[in-house]
């Protein structure tokens, strides 16, 4: 079967998917049950990574008073305080460095990073709601998590169910990324 397999989505109702996707800073109190956050870590770990490495981790934070220590890591940003769940995910050094050396950073921080887009697009399948959030202490996040050294943390992905914003944020045009041969 799977040798089989070939993907044939309606590219159009992809978009769509991708399009209703927003950041959201407002949160309701209802935690998601464990088992669908369970599945969100499970997509993630779909995602390609350097080598099959796997180079991330991912600290699931509910606990309140660990929720307002990330929001003030977090320069006072009142999504992290106010959802019900933050994802920490980092780049694990060791486990990319081990077999790519110096090379292996830049590689643990693309696998965190896939991974954690594999999770926020995961939320939005499973009507959730996330906002990623980037800027941060990151001393604080790890001295506050007990990230081990070898661990850091890229995004804390606040997760739950809230409120969309009521305009969707605009976009540059797609053909301004684009340079075809040579820049
Ligand atoms: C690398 C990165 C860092 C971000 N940091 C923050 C942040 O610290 N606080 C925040 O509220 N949103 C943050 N965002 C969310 C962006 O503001 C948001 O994705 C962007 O404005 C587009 O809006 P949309 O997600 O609703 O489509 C970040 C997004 C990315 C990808």
């Not at 998917?17 to 407002?26: A, D, G």
């Not at 959802?83 to 693309?110: C, D, F, H, K, T």
Request: charged fraction near 20%.
């Amino acid at each position: 079967m799977r040798g089989r397999y070939s993907a044939n989505m309606d590219l159009s109702e992809f978009l769509t998917f991708l399009e209703t996707r927003s950041s959201v800073r407002e949160y309701d109190s209802p935690v998601p049950d464990r088992s669908l956050i369970s599945s969100l870590i499970r997509c993630a770990s779909q995602a390609p990574s350097a080598g099959n490495r796997e180079a991330w981790d991912v600290v699931v934070v509910t606990d309140l008073s660990l929720r307002e220590g990330l929001m003030e890591a977090a320069y006072e940003q009142r999504h992290i305080g106010g959802a019900p769940v933050v994802l920490v995910i980092s780049a694990n050094y060791i486990r990319s460095m081990s077999q790519y050396g110096e090379r292996g950073i830049l590689y643990a921080l693309q696998d965190a990073t896939i991974a954690a887009t594999y999770m926020m697009l995961a939320a939005h399948a499973a009507g959730l709601h996330t906002c990623w959030t980037g800027a941060f202490d990151e001393k604080g996040v790890a001295e506050l998590l007990g990230l081990p050294q070898h661990s850091r943390a890229i995004v804390l992905l606040a997760l739950g169910y809230g409120h969309l914003p009521p305009y969707r944020t605009e976009r540059m045009p797609p053909d301004e990324h684009v340079h075809y041969d040579r820049w």
